[in-house]
C-alpha cells in the first residue's frame, strides 16, 4: 500500500498519471470536497465514488475556496492536512488540490470518465454538470443520504457538556 503522501500531486504531475491509466483501459473517477473534519459521510461518499471506475481522484478544496464556500472560522484543518487525511483512505488513489469555487476547471483537465458528487446534489443541481455534459462526463450521485456534516460535527462538539 503506497504512503499517503505520495498519492498527494500536482495537477501536471496527475494528468500525466491518468494519460497512464487511461491507456490501459481505466476508468477514472473525480470526486471533490472541503474535507474539513472528516466524517462518515465522507468515507460513505468516497467508497461511493470509488465504486464508479477504476481510478479515484480527490479533489480537495485549498483554504482560500474553503474560507469562500463556508465562512469565517473555516477550515479547521490547513489544506495539507486535510488532503493528508483523504489520501489516507484505501479507497483513495491520487489527491489534487484546487483553488477554484467548483471543479470545471479539473474536469477540463483531467477528463475523468465519472464525475462524482454527494446525494445533497441531484444530476441536474451537480454545478458542474454542463460541463460535464458538453465533454461526456458521466455524473454519478453516491454515498449515504445527507445527514452528516461538518457544520452539524462542529455544532455538536460546541454544545456539549465540558468536564
Same mark, same amino acid.
Given at each position: 500500500?503506497r *504512503?499517503?503522501?505520495?498519492?498527494?500531486v500536482?495537477?501536471? #504531475?496527475l494528468?500525466e498519471?491518468?494519460?497512464?491509466?487511461?491507456r490501459?483501459?481505466?476508468r477514472? &473517477?473525480?470526486a471533490?470536497?472541503c474535507?474539513?473534519?472528516l !466524517? #462518515?459521510?465522507h468515507?460513505?461518499?468516497? *467508497? %461511493?465514488? =470509488?465504486?464508479?471506475? +477504476?481510478?479515484l481522484v &480527490?479533489?480537495v478544496?485549498?483554504?482560500s475556496s474553503v474560507?469562500?464556500?463556508?465562512?469565517?472560522?473555516r477550515p479547521?484543518l490547513d489544506e495539507?492536512?486535510?488532503a493528508?487525511?483523504?489520501?489516507?483512505l484505501?479507497s483513495?488513489d491520487?489527491?489534487?488540490l484546487?483553488?477554484?469555487p467548483?471543479?470545471e476547471?479539473?474536469?477540463? *483537465?483531467? =477528463?475523468p470518465?465519472? !464525475?462524482?458528487? %454527494?446525494t445533497d446534489?441531484?444530476?441536474?443541481? #451537480?454545478?458542474?454538470h454542463?460541463?460535464a455534459a458538453?465533454l461526456?462526463? =458521466? &455524473?454519478?450521485?453516491? %454515498?449515504d443520504?445527507? +445527514?452528516?456534516?461538518? =457544520?452539524?460535527?462542529?455544532?455538536?462538539?460546541r454544545?456539549?457538556? !465540558?468536564?
Amino acid at each position: 500500500m503506497r *504512503e499517503a503522501s505520495s498519492k498527494i500531486v500536482a495537477r501536471d #504531475v496527475l494528468r500525466e498519471k491518468l494519460a497512464e491509466h487511461k491507456r490501459r483501459g481505466r476508468r477514472i &473517477v473525480l470526486a471533490n470536497g472541503c474535507f474539513d473534519t472528516l !466524517h #462518515v459521510g465522507h468515507i460513505r461518499y468516497l *467508497e %461511493g465514488a =470509488r465504486r464508479e471506475g +477504476d481510478v479515484l481522484v &480527490v479533489g480537495v478544496n485549498a483554504d482560500s475556496s474553503v474560507c469562500n464556500l463556508k465562512g469565517p472560522g473555516r477550515p479547521i484543518l490547513d489544506e495539507n492536512a486535510r488532503a493528508q487525511l483523504v489520501a489516507a483512505l484505501r479507497s483513495v488513489d491520487y489527491v489534487v488540490l484546487f483553488a477554484e469555487p467548483n471543479v470545471e476547471a479539473l474536469l477540463k *483537465e483531467l =477528463r475523468p470518465d465519472v !464525475h462524482a458528487k %454527494g446525494t445533497d446534489y441531484t444530476a441536474d443541481t #451537480v454545478p458542474e454538470h454542463a460541463v460535464a455534459a458538453r465533454l461526456g462526463i =458521466r &455524473v454519478a450521485i453516491v %454515498g449515504d443520504p445527507k +445527514d452528516h456534516s461538518t =457544520r452539524a460535527l462542529l455544532e455538536s462538539i460546541r454544545k456539549a457538556p !465540558h468536564a
